[in-house]
């Protein structure tokens, strides 16, 4: 299968497992909720960076994400 038509799949699992880990990290204790969360938007927007190979608009993207998963689990609770 040609990696083109996989990539729908391979991102509604990734959706669905992020909402998964998103929803476990819930239920953990403050400030382990802030840091968890804040980690998973900080290493979402990282896998952005890599993914994007040059696409400004991803990489601004990633780098919001990288920025609020750093202030979420530093500073905002």
Not at 22 to 32: K, S, T
Not at 50 to 65: C, M, S, T
């Amino acid at each position: 299968m040609k990696p083109d038509l996989l990539r729908p799949l391979l991102g509604t699992i990734g959706l669905l497992i992020g909402f998964a880990l998103y929803a476990l990290a819930g239920r953990l204790a403050e400030p382990w909720q802030s840091a968890a969360i804040g980690g998973m938007f900080a290493l979402l927007g990282v896998s952005a960076w890599v993914y994007a190979r040059g696409e400004r608009w991803i990489q601004g993207l990633a780098l919001l994400l990288i920025i609020y998963g750093l202030l979420r689990t530093f500073v905002l609770r």
